[in-house]
């Protein structure tokens, strides 16, 4: 705790509590205020959307019927998406977290030859541009006959760099290397040292690397753009996206404006949820790791 | 007795190696970095080389593709656009993170966990949606700023527009990452002993003297690395323009970002080649911008 | 220099009193050591007087002034903490400069003063260095640099040697008490390492539990112990302590065997105590107990035998040099001279 002033009581201190909370009330309002639009816009029709006050409720209220419009749009392609999205990210996430997490493991607690060369080119990794990646990547997988697949989509999500290096800082702190001296003295094999001991005390930066990996995957748009062609195979952003530049484009008819926003909505109230839900465990991995950095 | 003792390891069991175990705990992570990071950067490499010309196919043409993009104006222009985007968004972003990350540490203010998590909550929000949602609020006929405005009876300016429209861009950067980068200053902060403030305290420094002269400089190293990131990842700007051009085709051109423009000429265009040239030659910028950033910072801290 | 004083100052945590009303003067120029096991309460008391806790009831008085509702800086006090607590990114002499900067001092005058701590310490070489260039006990000096250099009232160490090695220790220990001598300031110090309040206080407080056991000066301590706590707390090799009933003129031990003094004894005696260089070692069958030495300690200086008394535990002899005549196994006497002994009743008071 901290002592602001010359005690927890003095007027001083008072003041400055209710100036900074103040300050960070405003910055809420104006990070809460798209989210709050996205509800308020799910429940209007098409032509509240235009005509109401964006950040209040229409008389109208007319989720239900959004929702109905939402999942039954294209023979309900947007349950499809959002079926998409969970696979491709949750398959993505575990491949990503438990392969940095051996990676980390590696580059942590062990010395070998070519470490120093192998940490400079995942780290070069992260600077490389997506486009200089995902392109010649479609090109190839075409070749293939591997794009408008799954696999397209999830296999080059399980390269994750910055996992690497989270876990790297993370396993460093949290692991002594007595402790796996020590069971290398009980005779344990490397891999069953890691197993079954040092694992259970990575949960906090593997659960980090999950959900960071998982929201990646989720959140990414570039990937899933170009290899997907079909729309059955969409993620939802690539979906929603689309529903949106047909409903500017005017092609898809006026309806679409509100079913962009209600799609909106649905796909990220459960990734906002499951953040709050797993803050416990990410909290403090992620901390670890900007601390090393 | 130890003779015996010896014997008893069982040996159907493989017991890996101390030498080899890194090794293998790298192969998996190892495994798809190169086939899906090496692997298509030699690709594309490979493809930069060659050109496809409307009569006579494929051919080889060496590093032509190459000084053609060194020469081309919508390449630079495009990095023109990131330079700005970054001085404008990075600095904004960095200076209200470490603003709210040093008042959430004080723990002078309430809710203090309320605030981190909120704060952070538009980074779940993808991209591509938080764009939506912008798009949306910077309508100037239905979005709720400009109706606010007119309430108030002002006219809200066309966020669209060229005069506008990195800011708005700007914007939506700044409300999905600003949280993230916070949690990072605030895991950092949060590891300074509290013993560095009972010493300042005693030596008479206010919470603000404390804050500014000893925990700031305190969290460089950290606040360099988030900046690294921030300029590799502002030199990659794609999705926000990209969806905002179905809003302001007119100002995002199809060369308004080197990420953009390689899209293009590569879906649009059919020039896969050329693309893969542009995007090199961007990697190469990102590569010399982030190395000269790291050298300033360096140089500054050894003085 | 002041006087401080504490008028019934209490202090809790939420339910938990940590500190029961304690009342204690500190005299100009004195070096008080607050000493104690862990979780006694001395770092709280030194944080109470620092200003770095606010008490929950009671007073800090400096040289009769309130002071209750001011802090460290204000009150003009300088603290050395355990872990140094110096500001990494910065270098020894702005280090010793940021109090003095932060009080907005003119530069010549702090140059002027950092320029000198930094010679009575040693420290000239290592102005320009950061602390994680520095020793242990370099860092340490520079601690106590930045207290010298804002000329406060009084100094309040807390814990500054245990972070130190052995060897260290000793020689800071000896450095510390120099500067009490050459500055002739008030400096109060908390430690849990009786060796060092023995060797460098003038007076000392010895708490437990949140209470004051005793206050005294070293030898008060050593030879009147006010209570059991400080009678045990105070010397190395503990002293040796045998619960006893009166019974007439004799003592009854807790094994049953029984001493006859001739004197009356008086009939709220509970505890005897001896130290253990005051052990009186007989051949086997004389004195009062009898016991069976189990292990021999040679020092070189001193010869330590620990001598079990059967039911009644084991007690510790201290002989000069080195003793050729003990060994283990070894059949001896104990021998207690009542008017010797330190006496303590059932509640482990002292008896006058």
Same mark, same amino acid.
């Given at each position: 705790?901290?002592?602001?002033?010359?005690?927890?009581?003095?007027?001083?201190?008072?003041?400055?509590?209710?100036?900074?909370?103040?300050?960070?009330?405003?910055?809420?309002?104006?990070?809460?205020?798209?989210?709050?639009?996205?509800?308020?816009?799910?429940?209007?029709?098409?032509?509240?959307?235009?005509?109401?006050?964006?950040?209040?409720?229409?008389?109208?209220?007319?989720?239900?019927?959004?929702?109905?419009?939402?999942?039954?749009?294209?023979?309900?392609?947007?349950?499809?998406?959002?079926?998409?999205?969970?696979?491709?990210?949750?398959?993505?996430?575990?491949?990503?977290?438990?392969?940095?997490?051996?990676?980390?493991?590696?580059?942590?607690?062990?010395?070998?030859?070519?470490?120093?060369?192998?940490?400079?080119?995942?780290?070069?990794?992260?600077?490389?541009?997506?486009?200089?990646?995902?392109?010649?990547?479609?090109?190839?997988?075409?070749?293939?006959?591997?794009?408008?697949?799954?696999?397209?989509?999830?296999?080059?999500?399980?390269?994750?760099?910055?996992?690497?290096?989270?876990?790297?800082?993370?396993?460093?702190?949290?692991?002594?290397?007595?402790?796996?001296?020590?069971?290398?003295?009980?005779?344990?094999?490397?891999?069953?040292?890691?197993?079954?001991?040092?694992?259970?005390?990575?949960?906090?930066?593997?659960?980090?690397?999950?959900?960071?990996?998982?929201?990646?995957?989720?959140?990414?748009?570039?990937?899933?753009?170009?290899?997907?062609?079909?729309?059955?195979?969409?993620?939802?952003?690539?979906?929603?996206?689309?529903?949106?530049?047909?409903?500017?484009?005017?092609?898809?008819?006026?309806?679409?404006?509100?079913?962009?926003?209600?799609?909106?909505?649905?796909?990220?109230?459960?990734?906002?949820?499951?953040?709050?839900?797993?803050?416990?465990?990410?909290?403090?991995?992620?901390?670890?790791?900007?601390?090393?950095? | 007795?130890?003779?015996?003792?010896?014997?008893?390891?069982?040996?159907?069991?493989?017991?890996?190696?101390?030498?080899?175990?890194?090794?293998?705990?790298?192969?998996? +992570?190892?495994?798809? $970095?190169?086939?899906?990071?090496? #692997? !298509?950067?030699?690709? *594309?490499?490979? =493809?930069?080389? %060659?050109?496809?010309?409307?009569?006579?196919?494929?051919?080889?043409?060496?590093?032509?593709?190459?000084?053609?993009?060194?020469?081309?104006?919508?390449?630079?222009?495009?990095?023109?656009?990131?330079?700005?985007?970054?001085?404008?968004?990075?600095?904004?972003?960095?200076?209200?993170?470490?603003?709210?990350?040093?008042?959430?540490?004080?723990?002078?203010?309430?809710?203090?966990?309320? +605030?981190?998590?909120? $704060?952070?909550?538009?980074?779940? #929000? !993808?991209?591509?949606? *938080?764009?939506? =949602?912008?798009? %949306?609020?910077?309508?100037?006929?239905?979005?709720?700023?400009?109706?606010?405005?007119?309430?108030?009876?002002?006219?809200?300016?066309?966020?669209?527009?060229?005069?506008?429209?990195?800011?708005?861009?700007?914007?939506?950067?700044?409300?999905?990452?600003?949280?993230?980068?916070?949690?990072?200053?605030?895991?950092?902060?949060?590891?300074?002993?509290?013993?560095?403030?009972?010493?300042?305290?005693?030596?008479?420094?206010?919470?603000?003297?404390?804050?500014?002269?000893?925990?700031?400089?305190? =969290?460089?190293?950290?606040?360099?690395?988030?900046?690294?990131?921030?300029?590799?990842?502002?030199?990659?700007?794609?999705?926000?323009?990209?969806?905002?051009?179905?809003?302001?085709?007119?100002?995002?051109?199809?060369?308004?970002?080197?990420?953009?423009?390689?899209?293009?000429?590569?879906?649009?265009?059919?020039?896969?080649?050329?693309?893969?040239?542009?995007?090199?030659?961007?990697?190469?910028?990102?590569?010399?911008?982030?190395?000269?950033?790291?050298?300033?910072?360096?140089?500054?801290?050894?003085? | 220099?002041?006087?401080?004083?504490?008028?019934?100052?209490?202090?809790?945590?939420?339910?938990?009193?940590?500190?029961?009303?304690?009342?204690?003067?500190?005299?100009?120029?004195?070096?008080?050591?607050?000493?104690?096991?862990?979780?006694?309460?001395?770092?709280?008391?030194?944080?109470?007087?620092?200003?770095?806790?606010?008490?929950?009831?009671?007073?800090?008085?400096?040289?009769?002034?309130?002071?209750?509702?001011?802090?460290?800086?204000?009150?003009?006090?300088?603290?050395?903490?355990?872990?140094?607590?110096?500001?990494?990114?910065?270098?020894?002499?702005?280090?010793?400069?940021?109090?003095?900067?932060?009080?907005?001092?003119?530069?010549?005058?702090?140059?002027?003063?950092?320029?000198?701590?930094?010679?009575?310490?040693?420290?000239?070489?290592?102005?320009?260095?950061?602390?994680?260039?520095?020793?242990?006990?370099?860092?340490?000096?520079?601690?106590?640099?930045?207290?010298?250099?804002?000329?406060?009232?009084?100094?309040?160490?807390?814990?500054?040697?245990?972070?130190?090695?052995?060897?260290?220790?000793?020689?800071?220990?000896?450095?510390?008490?120099?500067?009490?001598?050459?500055?002739?300031?008030?400096?109060?110090?908390?430690?849990?390492?009786?060796?060092?309040?023995?060797?460098?206080?003038?007076?000392?407080?010895?708490?437990?539990?949140?209470?004051?056991?005793?206050?005294?000066?070293?030898?008060?301590?050593?030879?009147?112990?006010?209570?059991?706590?400080?009678?045990?707390?105070?010397?190395?090799?503990?002293?040796?302590?045998?619960?006893?009933?009166?019974?007439?003129?004799?003592?009854?031990?807790?094994?049953?065997?029984?001493?006859?003094?001739?004197?009356?004894?008086?009939?709220?005696?509970?505890?005897?105590?001896?130290?253990?260089?005051?052990?009186?070692?007989?051949?086997?069958?004389?004195?009062?107990?009898?016991?069976?030495?189990?292990?021999?300690?040679?020092?070189?200086?001193?010869?330590?035998?620990?001598?079990?008394?059967?039911?009644?535990?084991?007690?510790?002899?201290?002989?000069?040099?080195?003793?050729?005549?003990?060994?283990?196994?070894?059949?001896?006497?104990?021998?207690?001279?009542?008017?010797?002994?330190?006496?303590?009743?059932?509640?482990?008071?002292?008896?006058?």
């Amino acid at each position: 705790m901290s002592i602001v002033g010359k005690s927890a009581t003095s007027a001083k201190f008072r003041r400055n509590r209710w100036l900074l909370t103040a300050i960070l009330s405003l910055y809420f309002i104006y990070t809460f205020m798209p989210l709050f639009y996205v509800i308020t816009a799910a429940t209007k029709s098409n032509q509240d959307l235009f005509s109401t006050f964006g950040l209040w409720l229409a008389e109208d209220f007319q989720l239900w019927e959004n929702l109905k419009t939402l999942f039954t749009i294209q023979d309900g392609i947007f349950l499809k998406w959002m079926a998409n999205t969970a696979y491709y990210s949750s398959v993505s996430a575990i491949g990503a977290a438990l392969f940095a997490t051996f990676a980390g493991y590696a580059f942590a607690k062990y010395s070998f030859f070519g470490k120093k060369l192998m940490l400079a080119l995942v780290l070069g990794a992260v600077m490389i541009p997506q486009t200089a990646l995902v392109i010649p990547m479609f090109l190839m997988l075409s070749n293939l006959g591997l794009t408008n697949t799954s696999l397209a989509v999830i296999l080059p999500s399980l390269v994750f760099p910055p996992g690497v290096f989270l876990m790297w800082a993370y396993i460093d702190d949290a692991i002594s290397n007595e402790l796996i001296e020590a069971g290398r003295v009980d005779g344990a094999g490397e891999f069953h040292i890691f197993s079954s001991i040092a694992f259970r005390m990575l949960m906090p930066g593997f659960a980090t690397v999950l959900i960071l990996a998982f929201v990646a995957s989720w959140n990414n748009y570039f990937l899933p753009l170009v290899m997907l062609i079909k729309p059955d195979m969409f993620p939802i952003t690539v979906g929603l996206a689309q529903l949106y530049s047909t409903a500017i484009s005017g092609t898809g008819g006026v309806l679409l404006f509100t079913v962009v926003m209600t799609g909106a909505l649905v796909s990220i109230v459960p990734v906002i949820a499951a953040f709050l839900l797993m803050q416990r465990f990410w909290q403090g991995g992620l901390g670890a790791g900007g601390v090393k950095a | 007795m130890t003779e015996r003792a010896l014997k008893a390891r069982p040996r159907n069991r493989v017991i890996v190696n101390k030498t080899i175990a890194p090794y293998l705990f790298l192969v998996p +992570f190892a495994l798809f $970095f190169v086939a899906f990071l090496i #692997v !298509p950067l030699i690709y *594309a490499f490979d =493809i930069s080389l %060659y050109k496809k010309a409307m009569v006579g196919g494929v051919k080889f043409v060496g590093a032509d593709n190459y000084i053609k993009a060194f020469a081309d104006p919508k390449f630079w222009e495009g990095v023109g656009v990131l330079f700005k985007f970054a001085f404008l968004q990075i600095p904004i972003m960095v200076a209200t993170a470490l603003l709210f990350a040093l008042i959430l540490d004080s723990g002078v203010v309430w809710a203090k966990a309320f +605030f981190r998590i909120s $704060f952070f909550i538009p980074y779940a #929000v !993808p991209a591509v949606i *938080a764009t939506l =949602i912008w798009s %949306y609020l910077y309508g100037p006929a239905y979005g709720p700023i400009g109706q606010t405005a007119r309430f108030l009876g002002y006219e809200a300016p066309d966020f669209v527009s060229p005069e506008w429209i990195l800011g708005s861009i700007a914007n939506i950067a700044q409300w999905q990452y600003m949280g993230y980068n916070m949690i990072i200053y605030f895991a950092a902060l949060q590891a300074i002993p509290t013993d560095l403030e009972e010493a300042s305290v005693v030596d008479g420094a206010s919470a603000f003297a404390f804050a500014t002269r000893i925990k700031l400089p305190m =969290i460089v190293p950290t606040i360099i690395v988030t900046v690294v990131f921030s300029i590799i990842g502002s030199l990659q700007l794609f999705t926000e323009p990209f969806l905002i051009q179905n809003m302001a085709r007119s100002v995002i051109n199809s060369n308004f970002t080197p990420n953009i423009y390689a899209y293009n000429l590569t879906f649009v265009g059919q020039q896969p080649n050329y693309a893969a040239a542009i995007s090199f030659l961007l990697g190469g910028v990102i590569a010399v911008v982030s190395y000269v950033f790291m050298l300033v910072v360096n140089r500054r801290n050894d003085r | 220099m002041a006087v401080i004083e504490l008028r019934d100052v209490r202090k809790t945590f939420g339910a938990v009193e940590v500190i029961g009303r304690v009342n204690l003067t500190i005299d100009d120029g004195a070096f008080v050591i607050f000493v104690g096991p862990s979780g006694s309460g001395k770092s709280t008391l030194l944080r109470l007087v620092a200003g770095l806790e606010d008490a929950t009831a009671g007073q800090v008085l400096i040289d009769g002034a309130d002071v209750t509702h001011l802090g460290p800086a204000e009150r003009q006090l300088s603290m050395v903490f355990q872990s140094y607590a110096l500001y990494p990114t910065k270098t020894v002499r702005q280090n010793m400069s940021f109090g003095l900067e932060v009080a907005r001092l003119p530069k010549a005058e702090i140059k002027a003063r950092v320029d000198g701590v930094a010679d009575i310490l040693k420290l000239g070489d290592y102005l320009d260095r950061k602390p994680r260039a520095l020793s242990g006990g370099q860092r340490q000096r520079v601690a106590i640099g930045r207290a010298i250099v804002r000329e406060p009232v009084a100094f309040l160490f807390d814990e500054p040697l245990s972070n130190l090695d052995a060897a260290l220790r000793v020689e800071m220990r000896i450095e510390i008490a120099k500067l009490h001598q050459r500055l002739g300031a008030t400096m109060i110090y908390v430690t849990h390492d009786q060796v060092e309040a023995m060797t460098l206080a003038d007076q000392i407080v010895v708490l437990d539990k949140g209470a004051i056991q005793q206050i005294g000066t070293p030898m008060e301590l050593y030879q009147s112990p006010a209570n059991l706590f400080v009678a045990q707390f105070i010397g190395s090799p503990k002293m040796n302590v045998l619960a006893v009933r009166p019974d007439g003129s004799a003592l009854i031990f807790a094994d049953g065997s029984r001493a006859d003094f001739g004197l009356p004894v008086p009939s709220s005696l509970a505890h005897v105590g001896f130290r253990p260089e005051e052990a009186q070692l007989l051949p086997a069958g004389q004195g009062h107990l009898q016991g069976v030495v189990e292990v021999v300690e040679r020092l070189g200086s001193d010869t330590f035998a620990h001598i079990g008394l059967g039911g009644l535990g084991i007690i510790t002899a201290r002989m000069p040099g080195n003793v050729l005549n003990i060994s283990l196994g070894q059949p001896v006497g104990l021998g207690l001279t009542m008017n010797q002994l330190h006496q303590f009743s059932a509640d482990g008071i002292r008896l006058s």
